[in-house]
């Protein structure tokens, strides 16, 4: 299967799941906890972070200029940040760098846990929220 055509088919299928957590948020009793709130969710979501995780290792970037207001930092640093606690994906996102130039291509620390880093860039650029 080509890249492009798997591509579609994550994005076809994270659009299912968003209508699905839509239709099961109008059917939510308010009434019950935040932890059940999310237990009532996790199944869709967890779908759905596996699904972006995979589309965004085998996206073909877009590069542009760097953005002024981020950190530029290699990839090995922000894989060591994160594994001391430094970042959390709460803090904000990263983009993969190539040659000096920002990809379109999202990092977030909770990348390190899965193991879904890509291979073909060596830094980053953060950003705070």
Do not use: C, H, W
């Given at each position: 299967m080509k890249t492009e055509e798997r591509i579609l088919e994550i994005e076809n299928r994270i659009s299912q799941l968003?209508?699905?957590?839509?239709?099961?948020?109008?059917?939510w009793d308010?009434?019950?906890s935040y932890n059940e709130y999310c237990e009532f969710?996790?199944?869709?979501?967890?779908?759905?972070?596996?699904?972006?995780?995979?589309?965004?290792?085998?996206?073909?970037?877009?590069?542009?200029e760097l953005d002024n207001n981020g950190h530029?930092?290699?990839?090995?640093?922000?894989?060591?940040?994160?594994?001391?606690?430094?970042?959390?994906d709460y803090d904000g996102f990263g983009?993969?760098?190539?040659?000096n130039q920002e990809s379109d291509i999202?990092?977030?620390?909770?990348d390190v846990k899965y193991k879904?880093?890509?291979?073909?860039?060596?830094k980053i650029i953060w950003f705070n929220k």
């Open positions: 968003q209508k699905i957590v839509e239709q099961k948020d109008k059917k308010f009434s019950k969710f996790k199944k869709e979501r967890d779908e759905i972070s596996k699904l972006d995780r995979e589309r965004r290792l085998i996206m073909i970037p877009a590069l542009s530029v930092m290699t990839i090995k640093n922000f894989i060591a940040t994160v594994k001391m606690g430094g970042f959390v983009r993969y760098v190539k040659d999202e990092i977030y620390p909770s879904s880093i890509r291979t073909d860039f060596d």
